[in-house]
């Protein structure tokens, strides 16, 4: 079992930036390719951002390349997504999840996670 905690989203202005963190529970974080996703009011989840289980390989939307990165620290059991130049159009609850399999890759879909996080806003004004 896994518990996922995400935190440091707020509200910051257009061009700014923020970094999330993922704090996860349990003996198999280092095992686990993590991803960030986001839903904006309206819209379906979308996938933002994911790392394998080593931190070696990372994956991101096409919307956010060049802007955001992920990170992980398995000793602390913690991935990060740090956020760059955001826009407005980022504003949305941000998770974190983590795969259902051991040793994956950087999975781009929903089902491929079997935990997730409550989620933490994240408000980019113009």
């Known amino acids: 079992q896994v518990q996922l905690v995400e935190s440091g989203g707020g509200l910051v202005q257009a061009g700014g930036s923020l970094r999330l963190s993922c704090a996860a529970s349990?003996?198999?974080?280092?095992?686990?390719?993590m991803g960030w996703f986001r839903q904006a009011p309206g819209k379906e989840r979308e996938f933002v951002a994911a790392?394998?289980?080593?931190?070696?390989?990372?994956n991101f939307a096409d919307s956010v390349k060049g802007r955001f990165t992920i990170s992980r620290d398995n000793a602390k059991n913690t991935v990060y997504l740090q956020m760059n130049s955001l826009k407005p159009e980022d504003t949305a609850v941000y998770y974190c999840?983590?795969?259902?399999?051991?040793?994956?890759?950087?999975?781009?879909?929903?089902?491929?996670?079997?935990?997730w996080g409550q989620g933490t806003q994240v408000t980019v004004s113009s």
């Open positions: 790392i394998d289980w080593s931190g070696s390989n990372t």
């Open positions: 999840a983590a795969s259902d399999r051991y040793f994956g890759g950087t999975a781009s879909k929903e089902y491929e996670y079997r935990y």
């Open positions: 349990g003996r198999t974080f280092s095992r686990r390719a």
